[in-house]
T-cell receptor
Framework: LAKTTQPISMDSYEGQEVNITCSHNNIATNDYITWYQRFPSQGPRFIIQ???TKVTNEVASLFIPADRKSSTLSLPRVSLSDTAVYYCLVGDRTGANNLFFGTGTRLTVIP | DADVTQTPRNRITKTGKRIMLECSQTKGHDRMYWYRQDPGLGLRLIYY???????NKGEISDGYSVSRQAQAKFSLSLESAIPNQTALYFC???????????FGPGTRLTVL
């Protein structure tokens, strides 16, 4: 079962690029990697999903090495509104038993 | 996501009471989920349903039951609430293609 490990917290100054790494050593062949963002008192919100190499959208980039045992969410030029908890999720899209949220990484953006 | 609603948003109850948390969605998704959030433990899956006739236990189903009344509705029940069920509960839905989950705003439940 592909559980994930992330840093508990990170701090960054406004305008910097932030990279959050997630370890998933037992990732299976059919598993995808999905990142979510959660603000206080709200449900998680989808950020990005990938399978291998690099994925980029208007919000973030996701880097996945060849062995897929880790992934890195990259947030360019963070602002105060990016302060949130970020979750890394690994699953095969077909069965909820393979979906495990990590404890999340609490990102605090400092002015 | 406003397409996924949960009621109530906050509830305080006493040990032994029966509680029902309701979730409704307008996204037309077949898959629905119930999670609980505890400090330091992340989101843990309680139950999930892939269609109206399908109910499956998740990681922590003991003490909970669910009902999928329709494609759009998925309810979570605590038959006899206990204090360690105090948590933030989230409902979510997902589509069949990407399995991206869309979460409701959460229900904060306190069991005294």
């Amino acid at each position: 079962l592909a559980k994930t490990t992330q840093p508990i917290s990170m701090d960054s100054y406004e305008g910097q690029e932030v990279n959050i790494t997630c370890s998933h050593n037992n990732i299976a062949t059919n598993d995808y990697i999905t990142w979510y963002q959660r603000f206080p008192s709200q449900g998680p919100r989808f950020i990005i999903q990938g399978y291998k190499t690099k994925v980029t959208n208007e919000v973030a980039s996701l880097f996945i090495p060849a062995d897929r045992k880790s992934s890195t969410l990259s947030l360019p030029r963070v602002s105060l509104s990016d302060t949130a908890v970020y979750y890394c999720l690994v699953g095969d899209r077909t069965g909820a038993n393979n979906l495990f949220f990590g404890t999340g990484t609490r990102l605090t953006v400092i002015p | 996501d406003a397409d996924v609603t949960q009621t109530p948003r906050n509830r305080i109850t006493k040990t032994g009471k029966r509680i029902m948390l309701e979730c409704s969605q307008t996204k037309g998704h077949d898959r629905m989920y119930w999670y609980r959030q505890d400090p330091g433990l992340g989101l843990r899956l309680i139950y999930y349903s892939f269609d109206v006739k399908d109910i499956n236990k998740g990681e922590i189903s003991d003490g909970y039951s669910v009902s999928r009344q329709a494609q759009a509705k998925f309810s979570l029940s605590l038959e006899s609430a206990i204090p360690n069920q105090t948590a933030l509960y989230f409902c979510a839905t997902s589509d069949l293609i990407t399995d991206t989950q869309y979460f409701g705003p959460g229900t904060r439940l306190t069991v005294l």
